[in-house]
């Protein structure tokens, strides 16, 4: 007998996307497409706390190919929380730039969908069409402004690695299917600690764990996501840093230390090189972006390489290490959803205020959009880690996890990210410095324009993302109730 309640977040997405296909046919005020997707995200929500403060624990369905457990429960909580903020994010932007707000919603609700699939998914089966259902309505969203040139280069340079990347995971799964006779994760971790020497397992696990790599953009599976990043709306950028990200890391999990688990020596040393790259390449580049979406895209592969450092403690650490290994990269996760969100709330809200989306166009906005420049400071400060903002809390976990390893090579990885998290000071610091302290750009528009008040939905995504950084950052236990 199939347990409904435990596939209601998923039922309630599924069917918020069916009323707003309908919708966009039927109804001429389009807008209330966008008001649809925000009372059925809202609706999702309800079950996924019902089924927290169920008494029944983990719920398993389709022999154990689809679970419903503490894990999947908290991070459909973070896609939810990520789409709910993208969506108001949407309503204003959508309008002003008059996208076909239906098909919008309608792609962004079915990605949605696959972010909570994902979740659960406790096969390689499941795996795929997760990943799958995350990335293909977003091979569309980001060429959604047609006429704009950047934007169908990040769609198409999205949609041709992306494709690229899905057939490195679904040859890598063929091929761990065909050494293991499983598909399940569990089915599989029972085979792989006597395969762990087979170069061709070896082969699979790599080819899964690059097809992987790309949906977290972590070096070197990283090209797409600057231009990726710039020329798409800014919303769905947004998402691809979040939710997508955090869809990424999800399936990293699961291959990592659900399947692959007794074979942490194969896959442990190619994550430490992707950890130390993204970081360190990403942070390098970053230095010298004037464009703002573009620095946040780098900052974004950085964060990526962040979350990845707890991985290389594998080998190294028990069943209790592993636990901690993923909360520490659950929590960073859950951290940063908040902080770069906030970000890019503030890409959109700010550029339309300076006429410009770069470093020097923003500049001396404290004299005219003081609130947004102190905006700015919360979020830029949080990403580099300052405290109390929630980002410092993120680091400690992870520098934490890395440092009680006991190995030399997790050791020698929580130095270069502690470099890298004062070169990533610089980049932050100096948006808020031409912020606060230098003279007005000449690119600001008149009195009108920069005068005009933020749309209430965006000004309700930058506030909730505030409070949550800042509150997160003075109580971080709020955090780890959910994710230690």
Same mark, same amino acid.
Request: proline share 4%; net charge neutral; hydrophobic share 60%.
């Given at each position: 007998?199939?347990?409904?309640?435990?596939?209601?977040?998923?039922?309630?997405?599924?069917? +918020?996307? @069916? *009323?707003?296909?309908?919708?966009?046919?039927?109804? @001429?005020?389009?807008?209330?497409?966008?008001?649809?997707?925000?009372?059925?995200?809202?609706?999702?929500?309800?079950?996924?706390?019902?089924?927290?403060?169920?008494?029944?624990?983990?719920?398993?369905?389709?022999?154990?190919?689809?679970?419903?457990?503490?894990?999947?429960?908290?991070?459909?909580?973070?896609?939810?929380?990520?789409?709910?903020? *993208?969506?108001?994010?949407?309503?204003?932007?959508?309008?002003?730039?008059?996208?076909?707000?239906?098909?919008?919603?309608?792609?962004?609700?079915?990605?949605?969908?696959?972010?909570?699939?994902?979740?659960?998914?406790?096969?390689?089966?499941?795996?795929?069409?997760?990943?799958?259902?995350?990335?293909?309505?977003?091979?569309?969203?980001?060429?959604?402004?047609?006429?704009?040139?950047?934007? !169908?280069?990040?769609?198409?340079?999205?949609?041709?690695?992306?494709?690229?990347?899905?057939?490195?995971?679904?040859?890598?799964?063929?091929?761990?299917?065909?050494?293991?006779?499983?598909?399940?994760?569990?089915?599989?971790?029972?085979?792989?600690?006597?395969?762990?020497?087979?170069?061709?397992?070896?082969?699979?696990?790599?080819?899964?764990?690059?097809?992987?790599?790309?949906?977290?953009?972590?070096?070197?599976?990283?090209?797409?996501?600057?231009? +990726?990043?710039?020329?798409? $709306?800014?919303?769905?950028?947004?998402?691809?840093?979040?939710?997508?990200?955090?869809?990424?890391?999800?399936?990293?999990?699961?291959?990592?230390?659900?399947?692959?688990?007794?074979?942490?020596?194969?896959?442990?040393? #190619?994550?430490?090189?992707?950890?130390?790259?993204?970081?360190?390449?990403? !942070?390098?580049?970053?230095?010298?972006?004037? !464009?703002? @979406?573009?620095?946040?895209?780098?900052?974004?592969?950085?964060?990526?390489?962040?979350?990845?450092?707890?991985?290389?403690?594998?080998?190294?650490?028990?069943?209790?290490?592993?636990?901690?290994?993923?909360?520490?990269?659950? +929590?960073?996760?859950?951290?940063?959803?908040?902080?770069?969100? &906030?970000?890019?709330?503030?890409?959109?809200?700010?550029?339309?205020?300076?006429?410009?989306?770069?470093?020097?166009?923003?500049?001396?906005?404290?004299?005219?959009?003081?609130?947004?420049?102190?905006?700015?400071?919360?979020?830029?400060?949080?990403?580099?880690?300052?405290?109390?903002?929630? &980002?410092?809390?993120?680091?400690? #976990?992870?520098?934490?996890?890395?440092?009680?390893?006991?190995?030399?090579?997790?050791?020698?990885?929580?130095?270069?990210?502690?470099?890298?998290?004062?070169?990533?000071?610089?980049?932050?610091?100096?948006?808020?410095?031409?912020?606060?302290?230098? $003279?007005?750009?000449?690119?600001? $528009?008149?009195?009108?324009?920069?005068?005009?008040?933020?749309?209430?939905?965006?000004?309700?995504?930058?506030?909730?993302?505030?409070?949550?950084?800042?509150?997160?950052?003075?109580? $971080?236990?709020?955090?780890?109730?959910?994710?230690?």
């Amino acid at each position: 007998m199939i347990d409904y309640l435990a596939l209601a977040p998923e039922i309630v997405i599924a069917a +918020t996307a @069916v *009323v707003v296909l309908l919708a966009d046919m039927w109804i @001429v005020r389009k807008y209330w497409t966008a008001i649809i997707a925000v009372v059925g995200t809202t609706a999702a929500a309800i079950p996924l706390v019902v089924l927290a403060v169920s008494p029944v624990g983990e719920r398993s369905l389709f022999e154990g190919s689809y679970v419903v457990d503490p894990f999947a429960l908290v991070m459909k909580g973070v896609f939810l929380m990520a789409a709910y903020v *993208v969506l108001l994010m949407s309503f204003s932007y959508v309008e002003s730039d008059r996208y076909y707000q239906g098909e919008y919603y309608f792609l962004l609700l079915l990605s949605i969908l696959g972010s909570l699939v994902l979740a659960s998914a406790r096969d390689l089966i499941g795996l795929f069409i997760g990943i799958e259902l995350v990335a293909t309505p977003m091979y569309v969203l980001a060429g959604f402004r047609k006429g704009d040139l950047k934007s !169908n280069e990040a769609a198409l340079k999205y949609y041709l690695l992306g494709v690229l990347a899905s057939a490195m995971l679904l040859y890598g799964s063929s091929f761990v299917f065909g050494l293991t006779g499983e598909l399940t994760f569990a089915g599989i971790a029972s085979h792989a600690g006597g395969l762990v020497h087979e170069p061709a397992f070896i082969m699979a696990v790599l080819f899964i764990i690059a097809g992987v790599g790309f949906k977290v953009s972590a070096v070197p599976f990283h090209f797409w996501a600057p231009d +990726t990043y710039e020329g798409a $709306p800014t919303p769905i950028t947004a998402y691809l840093s979040v939710s997508s990200k955090a869809a990424g890391f999800v399936a990293l999990i699961a291959v990592t230390y659900r399947a692959f688990g007794p074979a942490s020596a194969a896959w442990a040393p #190619v994550v430490w090189v992707m950890a130390a790259l993204s970081m360190t390449i990403a !942070n390098l580049t970053a230095l010298k972006q004037d !464009n703002i @979406v573009r620095m946040l895209a780098y900052s974004s592969i950085s964060h990526a390489g962040f979350m990845l450092v707890p991985f290389v403690v594998a080998p190294y650490v028990d069943a209790a290490g592993i636990n901690g290994a993923v909360s520490a990269t659950i +929590t960073y996760l859950v951290i940063y959803a908040f902080l770069n969100l &906030g970000a890019f709330a503030l890409v959109i809200a700010g550029s339309r205020k300076a006429g410009s989306g770069t470093v020097q166009g923003w500049a001396g906005m404290a004299t005219y959009a003081p609130g947004l420049a102190f905006l700015g400071m919360l979020f830029f400060f949080g990403l580099a880690g300052i405290p109390p903002l929630a &980002g410092w809390f993120a680091k400690f #976990v992870m520098f934490r996890v890395v440092l009680t390893a006991g190995s030399g090579w997790a050791v020698g990885l929580a130095v270069i990210a502690a470099v890298n998290s004062v070169i990533a000071l610089y980049y932050y610091a100096r948006v808020i410095k031409s912020m606060w302290m230098d $003279p007005v750009s000449v690119t600001v $528009p008149d009195s009108e324009v920069r005068d005009a008040a933020v749309p209430m939905t965006l000004t309700l995504a930058l506030g909730i993302t505030a409070v949550a950084v800042v509150v997160l950052g003075v109580f $971080p236990g709020i955090v780890t109730s959910f994710t230690f």
